[in-house]
């Protein structure tokens, strides 16, 4: 909200959108999000700029090298999700809030597939929560692709 209310070129097609498509009259239902494009695009540009868990901690089990980097067994690597989304190798400004980024049709989803983007984490250990909110969106819209993914359809 913050981050809109700076920016008031993206405010407008928000504030448009949800006028459009949920009225003045009520609130927002689970079968509004999918036609709510700019909304989401806020959204991802906000988790992307301003992570809620910004630096998971993981350790390692066992001694391992990454990209020619070794890492000891018990040694603490720390992820800065925040700095994955700031890097300007990955983004263009990428310390302005610029929602339509995450319009075109090649931007990053959220699954944890694009290592640019990365709010719920990668792999193994990213966050279950987010799961829990694709797969009822997925049940809901009907489509298979994330039971698929989750080994259930
Ligand atoms: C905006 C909402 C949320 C964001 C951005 C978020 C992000 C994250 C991140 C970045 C991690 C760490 C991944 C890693 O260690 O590499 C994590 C872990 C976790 N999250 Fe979330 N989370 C959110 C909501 C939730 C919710 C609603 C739940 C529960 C219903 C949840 C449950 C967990 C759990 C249990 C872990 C630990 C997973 C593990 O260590 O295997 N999160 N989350």
Request: hydrophobic share 40%.
């Amino acid at each position: 909200m913050a981050e809109l209310m700076h920016s008031l070129e993206d405010l407008k097609p928000v504030q448009d959108e949800l006028t459009s498509v949920v009225g003045l009259e009520r609130l927002v239902e689970d079968s509004n999000i999918e036609k709510l494009t700019y909304l989401r695009c806020a959204i991802k540009e906000t988790s992307c700029l301003h992570p809620p868990i910004p630096i998971p901690l993981h350790q390692c089990s066992k001694d391992t090298t990454v990209f020619g980097c070794f890492i000891p067994a018990i040694d603490l690597v720390i992820i800065s999700i925040w700095a994955i989304g700031r890097d300007p190798n990955s983004w263009d400004d990428p310390q302005t809030f610029r929602p339509l980024r995450f319009l075109i049709e090649s931007a990053p989803d959220l699954r944890g597939n694009h290592f640019n983007f990365i709010p719920f984490g990668s792999g193994r250990r990213s966050c279950p929560g987010y799961v829990v909110g694709a797969l009822h969106d997925q049940v809901r819209t009907g489509s298979p692709t994330l039971l698929f993914h989750m080994g259930v359809a």
